[in-house]
């Protein structure tokens, strides 16, 4: 069974970074898309981007190009989101999520428990 | 990017009624649409994919339609556990999206 669990609540100010880990188990890491969805309060997901481990080429949402980067770690089973420039607009919950095993389509069956970031002075 | 515009945004119903959300995308999505559930402080937890196909342990009791912009949720008889709120995402293509949510409350 696929679990992904994601690194901790983080507090930052604007202007700096956060790095968010996922580390997945179960399933194969190397061939299936890690996508990153962000949840501002009261809102709905917002997809920011996704890797192929396998690959190690990211794509990504056209409004976080330049601020977001994606990797993985195909060693620990690991994806990285890191997000820079941050402002208050950026306090959210952020998943990683991945569809199914043995599935081509790319809808979220699998997610992480979600990573609250809080961007405040 | 495709925009998926959900309705209505909230909805108020009682344990047994039925209820259908509906969503629109602004263009054809070739039935790359699903559904999810989402409680508060939790991860959205998909329903159906392929605008009609029931994800494994998903209870019958819900229900897709449609087909090239429009499509529909159906939940035939309200349970108390349904009381939460839904989302659309079509996968057709990139960025994926989402709808902007309808939010289920008990009348």
């Known amino acids: 069974q696929v679990q992904l669990v994601q690194s901790g609540a983080e507090m930052k100010k604007p202007g700096s970074s956060v790095k968010v880990s996922c580390k997945a188990s179960?399933?194969?890491?190397?061939?299936?898309?890690i996508s990153w969805v962000r949840q501002a309060p009261g809102q709905g997901p917002e997809w920011m981007g996704g890797?192929?481990?396998?690959?190690?080429?990211?794509k990504y949402a056209q409004k976080f190009q330049g601020r977001v980067t994606i990797t993985a770690d195909g060693a620990t089973s690991t994806a990285y989101m890191e997000l820079s420039s941050l402002r208050s607009e950026d306090t959210a919950v952020y998943y990683c999520a991945r569809r199914a095993e043995g599935s081509a389509a790319e809808y979220f069956q699998h997610w992480g428990q979600g990573t609250l970031v809080t961007v405040s002075s | 990017d495709i925009q998926m515009t959900q309705s209505p945004s909230s909805l108020s119903a009682s344990v047994g009624d039925r209820v259908t959300i509906t969503c629109r995308a602004s263009?054809?999505?070739?039935?790359?649409l699903a559904w999810y559930q989402q409680k508060p402080g939790k991860a959205p937890k998909v329903l159906l994919y392929?605008?009609?196909r029931l994800e494994s342990g998903v209870p019958s009791r819900f229900s897709g339609s449609g087909s090239g912009t429009d499509y529909s949720l159906t939940i035939s008889s309200l349970q108390p556990e349904d009381f939460a709120t839904y989302y659309c995402?079509?996968?057709?293509?990139?960025?994926?999206?989402f709808g902007q949510g309808t939010k289920l409350e008990i009348k």
């Open positions: 890797i192929i481990p396998f690959f190690g080429t990211a």
């Open positions: 392929a605008a009609s």
């Open positions: 995402q079509q996968y057709y293509s990139t960025p994926y999206t």
């Open positions: 179960g399933g194969s890491f190397s061939d299936y898309i």
């Open positions: 263009q054809g999505i070739s039935n790359s």
